[in-house]
Structures are given as structure tokens and as C-alpha cells.
């Protein structure tokens, strides 16, 4: 299991994109993990903001050296949902659901083929008034579960359930993931439009495959997977 080492930064522009700037200084022989109490240029998927008041949220990202891993973009996602052990959902490619809102957005990016670096914002003390500030709909750990989580032991314990996962992702591939994420899955049985690389595509919500990709029906019964 590769080792963890933790960074903290009171602020910064973006725990994504300091690792993507270090990356290539970096021990690859280490899960590099780097907080922040608030990011000034925090970014989400495509062209999106990720609002990051102070020691509001938990802002953090992930650098490993990895070959070709199946869904490493997921796997963050599935840590977060494990480790929380509340009921979320997974909405593909990359979204945790609670309650029909927004609680986290995870990001995936691969630098050089070989430089992995995954960030998670997770919503944890926003009230109703500052998550209504987002332009979708948005809520927090606090909302949903009136407690008042600690940020730092969330990074500690995300973290170490990652460092986990990364371990079992390589020894036994996806398919270990693949009831559990089936279990969360937001959305089954409806007509979604799936961001999927640069493109939409238009179908029933299925499942997620072994193979990890997600699997939805046409309109004419038809079945196609998309990544
Ligand atoms: C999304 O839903 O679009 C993904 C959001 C990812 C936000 C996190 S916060 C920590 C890391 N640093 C960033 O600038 N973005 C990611």
C-alpha cells in the first residue's frame, strides 16, 4: 500500500492545481495528499467554478503514479461514499448525491499518461442561505445530518479509505467496486443526459458495468455503454 503524505496550506488557488504544477517533483512512491482551508481559484469539471470559503468545505486532492488503472476516475468517489457510510448516491460520471442535491463533486485528471491526480470537494458546514449561492441544486453534511463534522478528520479518514481502495483497485481490478457503486447508483430507470468525453448522450439509466463503464437504454430498447 503506498504511504500517505499530507500537506496542509491555509489557502491556496487550488489543491488540483498545485499538484498538477508539483507532480513531477513528487516521490512516486507516496499517496501525495494536499489540503487547503480555502482555495481562491477552486475548479470543478469543464469550465466550472467549486466555491471554497474558509474551513467551510473539505478541499482536497490526491497525486499517485499509476499505469493504466480501469475507473481510477471513480474511485474517489466510492472512498468518500464508503468511508461516510450515509446514505448518498453516485451520480455518473462523478457527482455524490444526497437527498436529490449535490454534497461533492470529484475531479480526475492524468498528467503525462502516468501522473494521477484526483480531487474532491466535499460540502461539510455550508448553511442552506450559502449553499443557494451555487448554480445547481447544493447541500452539506451539516444540512443533511445537523452535525457539525470536523474537516480534518473527514481528509484523514477519506484519505486513508482511498489509500485502501487504490490498493484493491490494483489487485483486483474494478470489478470488486462494481455491486457497491451499483447499490449507490443515482438515477436507474430514468432518461439521463450523461456528459461523456466532451459529448452528451441521451438513454435510460441502467447500471455500471464490469468493465465500468455505464450502461443505458435507447429509446428503441436498445443497449450501449458510454465512459
Ligand atoms: C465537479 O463537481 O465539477 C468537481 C469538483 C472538484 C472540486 C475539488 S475541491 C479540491 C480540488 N481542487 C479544485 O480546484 N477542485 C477540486
Request: proline share 5%; net charge negative.
Amino acid at each position: 500500500m503506498l504511504e500517505i503524505h499530507h500537506i496542509h496550506f491555509p489557502t491556496i488557488d487550488s489543491t488540483q492545481d498545485y499538484l498538477k504544477r508539483e507532480c513531477k517533483n513528487l516521490d512516486p512512491n507516496l499517496l501525495f495528499c494536499v489540503t487547503a482551508d480555502e482555495q481562491t481559484k477552486g475548479r470543478g469539471r469543464g469550465q466550472n467554478k467549486w466555491l471554497s470559503p474558509p474551513e467551510k468545505n473539505l478541499y482536497i486532492s490526491f497525486h499517485f503514479v499509476g499505469e493504466e488503472m480501469q475507473n481510477i476516475a471513480q474511485l474517489l468517489s466510492i472512498s468518500t461514499m464508503k468511508y461516510l457510510s450515509l446514505p448518498l448516491s453516485f451520480k455518473w460520471p462523478n457527482d455524490l448525491l444526497m437527498n436529490h442535491r449535490k454534497i461533492a463533486g470529484i475531479i480526475s485528471e492524468i498528467v503525462d499518461s502516468t501522473h494521477v491526480i484526483s480531487g474532491l470537494g466535499l460540502n461539510v458546514l455550508m448553511t442552506e442561505e450559502e449553499c443557494q449561492t451555487i448554480d445547481q441544486p447544493a447541500t452539506s453534511l451539516l444540512i443533511e445530518t445537523k452535525k457539525t463534522y470536523s474537516i480534518f478528520e473527514l481528509a484523514l479518514g477519506i484519505a486513508s479509505e482511498f489509500q485502501q481502495d487504490l490498493h484493491l483497485l490494483k489487485e483486483q481490478g474494478f470489478a470488486t467496486f462494481v455491486p457497491f457503486i451499483n447499490e449507490h447508483l443515482a438515477y436507474k430507470g430514468k432518461l439521463m443526459e450523461i456528459p461523456s468525453r466532451g459529448k452528451t448522450v441521451k438513454g435510460i439509466v441502467r447500471e455500471v458495468t464490469p468493465k465500468g463503464t455505464l450502461l443505458l437504454e435507447g429509446p428503441d430498447g436498445q443497449l450501449f455503454t458510454c465512459h
